[in-house]
């Protein structure tokens, strides 16, 4: 027993981002924004609540996916908040930091 699922046999297994957002902004901009259906943007799952303030609102949650394209365009709609993604994909070792705020993406990444 091989412990896979059956058809599952020799299909790459798909790969696990595990993603950390923060989103900074006025009290008013960043309501705005959690009342809006930005989770769907992303395509995450697994999402579990990190932190809520006034003004700043933090989340972890996985993808199958790099998730920075979409944080870029969820960016360009909200220009009035600033968005810090910290992720990390294990079967690519890779670790990395991502500033984006109207758009414009700033990133870091290192492989260990």
């Not at 902004?25 to 579990?48: C, H, I, M, P, V």
């Not at 996916?65 to 994909?89: K, M």
Request: with cysteine; aromatic share 12%; glycine share 8%.
């Amino acid at each position: 027993m091989s412990g896979v699922a059956p058809g599952m046999e020799g299909k790459p297994m798909p790969e696990r981002w595990i993603n950390k957002l923060t989103v900074f902004g006025t009290q008013k901009e960043l309501a705005k924004f959690l009342s809006s259906n930005w989770k769907k943007d992303l395509r995450g799952r697994y999402w579990e609540l990190q932190e809520t303030m006034r003004t700043r609102f933090g989340c972890h949650f996985e993808t199958e996916s790099s998730p920075i394209q979409s944080l870029e365009a969820l960016s360009r709609r909200w220009i009035r908040v600033t968005f810090v993604l910290e992720f990390e994909n294990m079967t690519k070792r890779t670790k990395g930091l991502v500033k984006a705020k109207a758009g414009v993406i700033e990133q870091y990444q290192v492989r260990y």
